[in-house]
């Protein structure tokens, strides 16, 4: 989710709209840290007799990049300031937002509009500050914006490709397939639809029985991200058409029988993905497939081999999510 907020200064005023209370005062604190206490606070929406307006706004799911806007609006002035800063990904929330008053506090002082408020120490002593204690900040990563270009981050809408090794089971005899699987997906803007197709192959074999399947699919699912945690949740459902190979031989060898078809049918499935940074992930998954008609190999007229109308499977892969 998206969690815009607006910073307003002379006094510094932070407006979050869907904001944690707690998020927006880690704002605060960071922004009278560098402006002294009483010069910042939060605001309720439309608070317009400051000097400075500045807008926050988190630019991908996992709130790791977050765009700043100042705009100063008294005196019929126009100063625009356009950063966008990038946080690790195992930064606690709060401590970015405590980092982001204190970008829009340093560059209000910086352009020399609000200088914070000091005692003048005696000489030989070092300055006092009222600001209270706090946790050692995260060093922000500022990449260089001009103020007409749009910001970066993540790419709208997001999407990617998945790599994944796959095992799966479809046969009533018990004859396990290893594979690979293809997947190429994209997500909706600030929505948790997802689209996705595949491609995948696999094979397996089991004393004289062996079992071969090269298949397409396309699907939709719900991508469900914690705002605080690198970790996702995918649930996704897919219309499948897979070409199904069997072979089956007698105990001698000197008889084969075979057997090939294509499958239609459904297959629902899961997968949790652990963010590492980079726009990279890795994932495991698993899945229940319902595919017909069933398939079953005769050899001297006794069933040996059988592939059943469904069957389970499991994944473990990497993402890369693309950037730009």
């Known amino acids: 989710m998206l969690l815009p907020a607006l910073v307003i200064a ?30 910042c606070s939060a605001a309720p929406e439309g608070a317009g007799e400051s000097r400075w307006l500045a807008e926050l706004r988190w630019r991908d799911a996992e709130q790791r990049h977050a765009h700043v806007r100042l705009t100063r609006s008294d005196a019929g002035q126009d100063e625009v300031m356009s950063r966008d800063v990038e946080f690790d990904a195992d930064d606690p929330l709060e401590q970015r937002y405590r980092a982001l008053g204190l970008i829009v506090a340093a560059y209000v002082i910086a352009s020399g509009s609000a200088d914070p408020e000091r005692e003048t120490p005696p000489d030989g002593e070092l300055p006092l500050t009222d600001a209270p204690p706090s946790d050692p900040l995260p060093p922000p990563v500022f990449l260089a914006t001009d103020p007409e270009e749009p910001p970066r981050g993540s790419p709208c809408p997001p999407w990617g490709v998945d790599g994944a090794v796959l095992a799966a089971l479809a046969t009533d005899d018990g004859v396990g397939r290893l594979g690979g699987s293809l997947r190429p997906w994209w997500r909706l803007c600030d929505r948790p639809l997802l689209m996705l197709a595949q491609l995948r192959w696999s094979r397996g074999e089991r004393e004289e029985l062996s079992v071969s399947a090269l298949g397409a699919s396309a699907g939709l699912g719900v991508h469900l991200a914690a705002s605080s945690w690198p970790v996702a949740l995918e649930l996704r459902g897919e219309v499948v058409g897979e070409h199904v190979s069997l072979q089956a031989r007698d105990a001698g060898g000197e008889r084969t029988e075979a057997d090939a078809a294509w499958r239609l049918g459904a297959r629902a499935g899961a997968d949790v993905l652990v963010w590492w940074g980079g726009g990279w992930a890795v994932f495991v998954g698993g899945e229940l497939s319902v595919l017909r008609p069933r398939l079953v190999v005769d050899v001297a007229e006794e069933p040996r081999l059988r592939e059943g109308w469904w069957g389970v499977g499991a994944l473990a892969g990497v993402r890369w999510q693309a950037s730009r």
């Open 10 to 39: 002379q006094l510094v005023g932070i407006h979050a709209a869907d904001g944690d209370r707690a998020q927006v005062a880690a704002a605060v604190q960071g922004c009278e840290q560098a402006l002294g206490e009483g010069r």
